[in-house]
């Protein structure tokens, strides 16, 4: 494999948050990386906030009775109006109407944490996608 294709896919990431850091709205369709509690410029005038994460899934080196998920909470905002919603693998997608029918995705997820592993940290991917 080419080392080409991750330094390219770092650079778009990196643009992309600069955009959303700048207040710019990313592309349509680009892949957003965030991180709890950051705030991004989607669209003109409209900021989405990774909220908080629940995450109760088995450590991939325990066995459990249960599975557990992993939850996502966001809120959308555009002027006065609030849009709280969650994504997971089991609910991907969410239509916004602050975006016009726009639906913001789940791209991607970290991967379940060990079981000594200390807490880290749970970046989240989404795009936002022309319904």
């Known amino acids: 494999?080419?080392?080409f294709r991750p330094?390219?896919?770092v650079l778009v990431a990196a643009l992309a948050l600069a955009a959303a850091h700048?207040?710019?709205a990313p592309l349509p369709g680009s892949t957003l990386s965030l991180a709890e509690r950051q705030s991004i410029?989607?669209?003109p005038g409209a900021i989405l906030t990774?909220?908080?994460v629940n995450d109760s899934r088995c450590p991939p080196d325990v066995q459990c009775l249960v599975?557990?998920?992993v939850v996502y909470s966001f809120t959308l905002k555009r002027g006065d109006t609030l849009e709280h919603f969650t994504l997971?693998?089991?609910e991907l997608a969410f239509t916004s109407a602050v975006l016009n029918g726009q639906r913001v995705t789940l791209a991607g997820s970290a991967p379940a944490p060990r079981a000594k592993q200390a807490a880290?940290?749970?970046p989240v991917s989404i795009k936002v996608v022309a319904p």
Request: aromatic share 4%; hydrophobic share 45%; net charge positive.
């Open 50 to 52: 990774y909220d908080s």
């Open 22 to 24: 700048a207040g710019a």
């Open 7 to 9: 330094r390219a896919l």
């Open 41 to 43: 410029t989607v669209a």
């Open 1 to 3: 494999m080419s080392l």
């Open 67 to 69: 599975a557990g998920k």
């Open 88 to 90: 997971s693998p089991a």
């Open 120 to 122: 880290t940290a749970h």
